[in-house]
């Protein structure tokens, strides 16, 4: 999970690669306080429209409501968008 301050820097801490290595997977979790993935009753396919290529996510939901996303390193959409 990320304690990251989430408005001051939105993108979490820098993943750093070196030069001609693969791009690094970084799938990047939040999720409401307390809770863990354990306590996560189905996570739901979906996509961010505010990207041109649709960033894909999970959706964490818990009795009936959404308590969290993370990322899914292994859409086409992700890979397309690694150097």
Known sequence: MCDDDRIGNPWGPRTPY????PWPVRTD????PG???ADV???VPSASVLHS????MDIAVRHGRI??????ATDPAD???RP
């Open 18 to 21: 070196d030069r001609g290595t």
């Open 29 to 32: 979790l939040h999720l409401a």
């Open 35 to 37: 809770l863990t993935e």
């Open 41 to 43: 009753e189905r996570w």
């Open 53 to 56: 290529n649709g960033d894909a």
């Open 67 to 72: 308590v969290g996303v993370r990322g899914r």
């Open 79 to 81: 890979q397309a968008a």
